[in-house]
């Protein structure tokens, strides 16, 4: 998603949060971030500095998530220092134009790091324009996380239909997958999960208007739920409007156990096990 994205800030800011013990129980995975996108000129010191600001509140596991083949190889340096933190590659829908090539793809996500294909999708709320566009190379990353046995990360947007149609047609049930920052129908959740999809919850969920969601994350079976922060972007309240990381899918956790009537633990507990069912190939 882009909306909501985070205005610059004049100084740097150190975040100090109520630390958590962090017992298996609690331990939680933001299951969708971009950790190459945040702001390390005012806000961070470095990447380490985001990793232990999550690791202090529980957030154990995170997945940064690349959105052009340009851009990931420096990613993939920001992050391959740490253990707990896996990655996914592709390209995302909204920029399909900045180059795409099958190839080149498979080289990068073929990383023993890379535990994913995606973020891949179809936006047309955006640019309906480029829909035939961003058809042809979402097909590509279905067919490549087939053969190489990753599940996909897929960002749809006004593109229900489509989205659900080319992942019947190429066989997406083989590898699964998650919607991720979900904001669309209960169906669609539904038709997702016929097709071995989770369902990955943001902070959104938290917004005032966002009321149509919370009635589908109470519906929704928690067994297929996971939970993000796909910071730097749409932070959840009481963050929200600030620049989002890693540490805040906690709020997210939290607010997704008042709906379904569980504790925030509880949540922790099962996405976590979601999380690591589904990407088979990130090990604790």
Do not use: W
Request: net charge negative; with cysteine; hydrophobic share 40%.
């Amino acid at each position: 998603m882009r909306d909501d994205e985070p205005s610059r800030f004049k100084y740097r800011i150190i975040v100090r949060f109520s630390q958590k013990p962090t017992g298996e129980k609690d331990v939680l995975v933001d299951s969708h971030c971009h950790l190459d996108k945040l702001n390390y000129e005012d806000l961070h010191a470095d990447v380490g500095a985001v990793v232990e600001n999550a690791k202090q509140r529980g957030v154990d596991y995170l997945l940064s998530v690349g959105v052009t083949l340009k851009s990931f190889p420096k990613m993939m340096e920001l992050i391959r220092p740490f253990d707990n933190v896996f990655a996914s590659c592709g390209v995302h829908p909204l920029d399909i134009e900045e180059g795409f090539d099958y190839d080149t793809l498979k080289a990068l996500a073929s990383d023993d790091r890379v535990v994913a294909i995606g973020e891949t999708g179809l936006d047309y709320h955006y640019q309906p324009e480029l829909a035939e566009k961003q058809k042809d190379a979402f097909r590509q990353h279905v067919r490549l996380a087939v053969e190489l046995n990753k599940p996909l990360i897929i960002h749809t947007r006004m593109a229900r239909e489509d989205t659900l149609q080319i992942l019947r047609e190429e066989n997406a049930q083989k590898v699964g997958g998650v919607l991720h920052c979900f904001t669309e129908s209960y169906e669609m959740a539904e038709a997702a999960i016929e097709l071995g999809f989770y369902i990955s919850i943001s902070g959104i969920v938290t917004f005032n208007k966002a009321s149509e969601l919370k009635d589908v994350v109470r519906r929704l079976p928690l067994e297929r739920l996971l939970v993000e922060t796909d910071s730097p972007y749409l932070a959840p309240v009481p963050f929200r409007g600030k620049e989002n990381q890693p540490a805040y899918v906690r709020e997210v956790a939290e607010y997704v156990g008042l709906l379904k009537g569980v504790s925030g633990d509880e949540v922790a507990k099962v996405t976590t096990e979601n999380f690591f069912k589904l990407f088979s190939q990130a090990k604790k």
